[in-house]
Nanobody, 124 residues
Framework: VQLQASGGGLVQAGGSLRLSCAAS????????MGWFRQAPGKEREFVAA????????NYADSVKGRFTISRENAKNTMHLQMNSLKPDDTAVYYC??????????????????RGKGTQVTVSS
């Protein structure tokens, strides 16, 4: 499986960005998908996840109410709409797939597939 993230960039605090992730290589629909992020000098952390049907979602407390995850199975694509961005959201964001992403605080080590990241920088 290959996961390709896009949509990162530089934005001012309070602004918005929309990340996308395109999956290829095998069946996309059977897996939950999500996002992790890693800021400079910090550990990688879970951000959000969505189940195969799009009905169930899981968010880190730090992004609840600001970020919205969605997916388009027909296009093998997932999105992360990020609103009201803060400087603390600055990080490399990674697109991931895994069966356990809907559990509380899923660990990076349990993921089935991980993509290369896309940089998000929020200026104050």
């Amino acid at each position: 499986v290959q996961l390709q993230a896009s949509g990162g960039g530089l934005v001012q605090a309070g602004g918005s960005l929309r990340l996308s992730c395109a999956a290829s290589g095998r069946t996309f629909i059977n897996y939950s998908m999500g996002w992790f992020r890693q800021a400079p000098g910090k550990e990688r952390e879970f951000v959000a996840a969505i189940n195969w049907s799009g009905v169930s979602t899981n968010y880190a407390d730090s992004v609840k109410g600001r970020f919205t995850i969605s997916r388009e199975n027909a296009k093998n694509t997932m999105h992360l709409q990020m609103n009201s961005l803060k400087p603390d959201d600055t990080a490399v964001y990674y697109c991931v797939m895994g069966e356990r992403l809907l559990r509380p605080n899923p660990p990076w080590a349990d993921l089935d597939y991980r993509g290369k990241g896309t940089q998000v920088t929020v200026s104050s």
